[in-house]
């Protein structure tokens, strides 16, 4: 049963950090590009970053790029997103997903508040 379990998400000011996890199980992990998507209430849903199946490659969304760094640990089955200078701007729900070829699995996302 292919899960992705998001957590770290909270309430935080703005400048603000949080560190969000996704573990992954029942699925190959190392062989996926993992991703983060964001979503904010009214909004399309939109890719914040992703990471290769080896880590070697990044790219980032231009509203996050220099705030965010996305990182994976293939040994632990887990992807990170480190939140800094947070901005009201960012507040959504975040979802991981593994994609490869065809497959494209999704977390149930996580909330970030940035809020004064």
């Known amino acids: 049963q292919v899960q992705l379990v998001e957590s770290g998400g909270g309430l935080v000011q703005p400048g603000g950090s949080l560190r969000l996890s996704c573990a992954a199980s029942?699925?190959?992990?190392?062989?996926?590009?993992m991703s983060w998507y964001r979503q904010a209430p009214g909004k399309e849903r939109e890719l914040v970053a992703l990471?290769?199946?080896?880590?070697?490659?990044?790219n980032y969304a231009d509203s996050v790029k220099g705030r965010f760094t996305i990182s994976r640990d293939n040994t632990e089955n887990t992807v990170y997103l480190q939140m800094g200078s947070l901005k009201p701007e960012d507040t959504a729900t975040y979802y991981c997903?593994?994609?490869?070829?065809?497959?494209?699995?999704w977390g149930q996302g996580t909330q970030v508040t940035v809020s004064s």
């Open positions: 029942g699925f190959t992990f190392s062989g996926y590009t």
């Open positions: 990471i290769s199946s080896d880590g070697k490659y990044t």
């Open positions: 997903t593994g994609r490869r070829g065809g497959q494209n699995y």
